[in-house]
């Protein structure tokens, strides 16, 4: 066995034989180069796990040229002999490591753990943060090299206005980085210690019945999808997701009746919404008539996809509201809506636990102890409240004085 000093005289100096043949160094134990019968030259370290009787293995460093040199691999051969001395299998955590680039990068980590979340409405919320803020900045590192500075260069990269959603990616990077340890795929979470970002003042916008009435009257100039679905989210109350994916089977028109389905509400909860006229005469314009499919999406696209494109039609139904005299409704969004019909049923007299079931809220009356035993549903009240609410809307739109209405809890039967 040939040993003596591996550096760039002897290695130049090695020539093939008809045999593998090896050059060991003298000075560092196990390191060592080979050239084989077609002259490729490349360096190994040999070692054992354990004492004599233990089998030796030999590490391929890599073959001789950038970026393994004599003076390179040596010092590559002297970190490995390092996890030996700790008990470390550099065969093992180098597979290990190549195993992790692939089965923990991040881009598809992520995406298992959004596959695993329950709830429609975290599992969508999960996604979009992902897709727009965490995934661009963290691509395909592995989870276990993810350090804490990566995570501040993910909120680095948001913008300043979204302050808002930076609580939103903090929870949901702390949950996967947890997820992450309780399946043994990292030991611990890189943001051990970070202090949560603070809370931004929770939106108070709802519009005026005059600000109600030109968005409902705007709506129609706008694409064939996004106008009725702003109307219904004005006339029902409920998530823009779950106006935009409206399907048919969901949909009663005798009964006046929309049920959605558990894994399409934000709380996993089943929901039934009473239809009042104004919902009904949006759906039936969909349909052209009164007579409504049975299946299939409410709200498809020409292409035959789902209708996505709400920033699109905010723009345009900004730009047709701007329009009008060069007056534009300033600082509402399209969630405001909800809130002016929560805003609305407080106007008109509408007790709060009716409130909270139009708007499938599990709070209150219908959270906790008080939710497992109180099983009542509210569909009459429910519909009672979204009849007058529509009856208002209508005044609204032709112009009846506002104040010219009866709140729901002092009518007569």
């Known amino acids: 066995m040939a040993t003596g000093n591996v550096n760039k005289r002897t290695v130049d100096a090695l020539k093939a034989g008809p045999a593998v043949s090896f050059l060991w160094d003298d000075d560092v134990k196990g390191f060592g180069v080979k050239i084989t019968p077609a002259e490729a ?21 890599g073959a001789h040229g950038s970026p393994w040199t004599p003076t390179t691999a040596r010092t590559e ?24 680039a692939v089965n923990l990068a991040f881009k598809a980590y992520g995406q298992r753990f959004h596959e695993s979340c329950k709830g429609n409405g975290w ?20 989870l276990p090299t993810i350090t804490r500075a990566d995570v501040v260069a993910v909120f680095d990269a948001m913008p300043a206005e979204h302050q808002a959603s930076r609580r939103n990616v903090f929870a949901i990077m702390r949950r996967l980085f947890r997820w992450g340890i309780g399946r043994g795929d990292i030991a611990l979470s890189p943001m051990t210690g970070m202090e949560t970002p603070p ?25 064939q999808c ?28 005798s009964g006046a009746m929309w049920r959605i389905p558990g894994e399409r509400t934000k709380n996993g909860e089943p929901h039934t919404v009473p239809l009042n006229t104004l919902a009904v005469e949006a759906i039936d314009k969909i349909a052209k008539s009164d007579k409504w499919p049975r299946r299939g999406l409410v709200f498809k696209t020409s292409s035959g996809g789902a209708f996505s494109a709400h920033a699109a039609g905010k723009r345009k139904i900004d730009a047709l509201l701007s329009a009008e005299d060069d007056d534009d409704i300033p600082g509402w969004r399209l969630h405001d809506l909800r809130r002016t019909l929560a805003t609305g049923f407080q106007r008109l007299g509408v007790r709060f636990e009716v409130t909270e079931a139009v708007l499938n ?8 102890v008080a939710g497992v035993y109180q099983r009542h549903h509210w569909t009459d009240e429910k519909r009672a409240a979204l009849k007058i609410w529509s009856d208002h809307i209508g005044q609204i739109l032709t112009n009846v004085d506002e104040t010219n209405v009866i709140p729901l809890a002092t009518r007569r039967a």
């Not at 370290?45 to 030999?58: I, L, N, S, V, W």
């Open 361 to 368: 809220h599990l709070s209150g009356a219908r959270s906790g």
């Open 41 to 61: 030259v490349s360096y190994i370290y040999q070692y054992r796990m354990g004492g004599r009787e233990a089998k030796t293995r030999r590490y391929s460093i």
């Open 199 to 223: 809370a931004v003042k929770a939106r108070d916008r709802h519009l005026s019945d005059a600000e109600l009435r030109r968005v409902w009257n705007a709506a129609p100039g706008c694409h």
């Open 123 to 142: 599992r969508n919320m999960v996604e979009r943060t992902l897709r727009l803020h965490v995934v661009p900045v963290l691509g395909d590192k592995s």
């Open 77 to 100: 051969a002297k970190r490995l002999g390092l996890l030996v001395a700790q008990g470390i299998d550099p065969a093992e955590a180098d597979q290990k490591r190549r195993s992790d």
């Open 226 to 253: 996004f106008g009725p679905i702003v109307r219904l989210l004005i006339a029902t109350g409920q998530r823009r997701e779950e106006v935009t994916g409206m399907e048919w089977s969901e949909l009663d028109r």
